[in-house]
């Protein structure tokens, strides 16, 4: 969830961060006196940092202080940076506001893959890896009453900008930053980026201890391979730091699992809501404010967790985007995208749309929220079209009233937002797994022999045969929900979600045949192999091998050391076999 405004003292206690990604920046933007015309922008980069002044027009907001120098933008990208950073004209938010976006960045302009990428990504859930093809966004935006100024208002954003969702991480540590920088915008930028640039890199599975300004900030980032937590770990020690270090602030761990704070006024229909994530249909969330738009899209698209969110997604849309005209045109189908909106323009725009959330203002604490009511997209006619989920969607499966009653009366009971947040967490958790479980069913072909070479070949996904199956081992066995899930399923493998998991779950399985396909040949009696094979299979063999440990070493089998100390074994022991004008070839100087 956001962090509220405040210095380090008032942020004592919340959670930490993490380093940024190699491509990461920090922008701020200003907008001055006289309208949107000149704006300030600082972008950062680990161990790069410059200053680019730019100068804007009287339409426009521009960037004017780069960190690093290299770091390149397009004037497309820019312009979404900039336009993004600040609230439309139709969200009045005064005091300090947090919250996120994301664009696609311009081709051409795409961060190469570097092995340290890989390497991150193979081990980081699904939903933390890094974007080739993305930029984050995370906003701190200010905006008090100045008579000073000619508009009568002080106005300022600070933007850290990167490839890794790390929604919480940079929100944390724009809560640090900004109410220093907006008071000493040099002095206060140049030492942070100092430290940061001190900070280890992110790995999966790790608890690191990152010291900024004065406090030693905590970050988990979970591995692909850890169990689903429900609840945030305990912070590690402070060993390590010396004597006098400066206190440790908390722990923030990832991945940011849906909370019943931001999901308040559709409880009802939050399983109506994880379908239309589940089969990737467009949704537009219109909300009174940037910081309620970002975090409902982004609570919406994590529902789908452990698995991955393979459609578009944007948690904070304006007109000035440079895909509006994209997302906006009638003369084809709605793409795959939830919109995170504040504009009520877009309701106009979007009613072709099938799917529309439109939720209010937050109510006074204390108070029960009221549930949104299930509309038809033909109730859509003006600006202020009520709150409500505007939808000719029909969910296939049943709600589960005994969990939405025990949701609603913690609400009005007041229970802790941790334990609520964790009821509703391990319900959508176990709602997807008991979904995914029968999909994963081994699909490997036969066995294979010792003396085998090419691994054993992937049995194709047959729809038909997966649906006749679930009369005996369907998700009923793990869920108490009924309903369609004959249908849901249908539907789903419609879905680019389908799509996306097939490919992932295909690699993934080709892989661990791969492995175990090493793990018998070096559990084999390589000389009695060899007796009765010619040089074409032993020199064959040989390439194989070497082939697999080159996948192995870079990760991209899950084999262990010891495994691929044999395999090199085997393959000095097989050349060691042949003559040696082969043995030249195979092992040139």
């Not at 003292?9 to 190699?22: D, I, K, L, N, S």
């Not at 994590?302 to 991955?308: A, F, G, M």
């Not at 997302?327 to 529309?356: C, D, E, M, S, Y």
């Not at 009221?370 to 000719?392: E, F, H, I, M």
Request: hydrophobic share 35%; glycine share 6%.
């Amino acid at each position: 969830e956001p962090i509220p405004a405040g210095g380090p003292r008032a942020q004592r206690g919340r959670p930490g961060m993490a380093r940024q990604c190699p491509s990461g920046a920090a922008i701020r933007v200003r907008r001055p006196a006289g309208g949107p015309a000149r704006g300030k922008a600082v972008l950062r980069q680990d161990q790069h940092r410059a200053c680019c002044p730019a100068d804007g027009t009287k339409c426009s907001v521009s960037l004017q202080l780069v960190y690093p120098s290299d770091f390149r933008l397009t004037d497309k990208e820019k312009s979404s940076i900039c336009y993004l950073s600040f609230p439309d004209s139709h969200s009045g938010c005064l005091g300090d506001t947090q919250f996120s976006f994301r664009i696609r960045q311009c081709s051409g302009q795409r961060s190469p893959w570097h092995a340290e990428d890989r390497h991150y990504n193979s081990g980081a859930p699904m939903s933390l890896q890094r974007e080739p093809a993305h930029y984050f966004g995370y906003v701190y935006f200010r905006q008090v009453k100045d008579s000073s100024v000619q508009r009568g208002y002080f106005q300022k954003s600070l933007v850290l900008v990167s490839r890794l969702p790390f929604v919480r991480l940079f929100q944390a540590l724009l809560s640090l930053i900004a109410p220093e920088y907006f008071s000493k915008p040099a002095p206060c930028l140049e030492a942070v980026c100092s430290e940061i640039d001190e900070w280890p890199a992110p790995v999966p599975g790790q608890t690191l201890n990152l010291p900024v300004m004065g406090v030693v900030l905590q970050v988990h980032i979970p591995s692909r391979v850890d169990k689903p937590e429900y609840s945030p770990p305990k912070p590690c020690s402070h060993e390590g730091l010396g004597l006098g270090a400066p206190p440790l602030l908390g722990i923030l761990y990832h991945p940011p699992l849906p909370g019943t704070r931001c999901f308040q006024p559709v409880l009802t229909h939050v399983q109506t809501l994880w379908e239309l994530m589940l089969l990737g249909e467009p949704l537009v969330v219109l909300a009174p404010s940037p910081a309620m738009s970002s975090e409902l899209v982004l609570a919406l698209i994590s529902c789908l967790q452990p698995l991955k969110f393979c459609c578009d997604y944007r948690p904070y849309f304006t007109i000035h985007d440079s895909e509006f005209k994209e997302f906006t045109t009638r003369t084809q189908a709605p793409p795959n995208v939830v919109l995170g909106v504040t504009n009520p323009f877009f309701i106009k725009t979007l009613q072709h749309w099938p799917h529309i959330l439109r939720v209010g203002e937050p109510k006074m604490a204390g108070d029960l929220p009221k549930q949104v009511k299930l509309k038809k997209p033909s109730r859509l006619k003006t600006l202020d079209t009520k709150p409500g989920l505007y939808t000719a969607y029909s969910a296939h499966l049943h709600r589960d009233k005994a969990l939405l009653k025990r949701l609603l009366k913690g609400l009005q009971k007041k229970k802790p937002w941790d334990t609520q947040t964790a009821l509703l967490r391990r319900h959508l958790l176990e709602l997807t797994q008991s979904f995914i479980i029968p999909l994963v069913r081994p699909r490997a072909g036969g066995g294979w022999g010792q003396r085998a070479v090419t691994p054993p070949q992937i049995r194709p996904f047959r729809q038909d045969d997966f649906l006749r199956s679930l009369e005996h081992a369907g998700p009923q066995l793990t869920c108490v929900l009924k309903g369609d899930w004959l249908g849901l399923y249908r539907r789903f493998f419609k879905s680019p979600h389908f799509d996306g998991w097939y490919r992932q779950r295909h690699k993934e399985m080709a892989q661990k045949l791969e492995a175990l396909h090493l793990e018998a040949i070096c559990e084999a009696n390589i000389e009695t192999w060899m007796k009765d094979k010619s040089e074409v299979e032993v020199v064959d063999l040989v390439l194989k091998l070497r082939e697999k440990l080159v996948q192995a070493q870079g990760r991209q089998l899950p084999v262990k050391e010891a495994t691929l100390q044999r395999a090199q074994l085997y393959i000095e022991t097989v050349i060691g076999s042949l003559p040696k004008d082969l043995q030249a070839v195979l092992c040139p100087p």
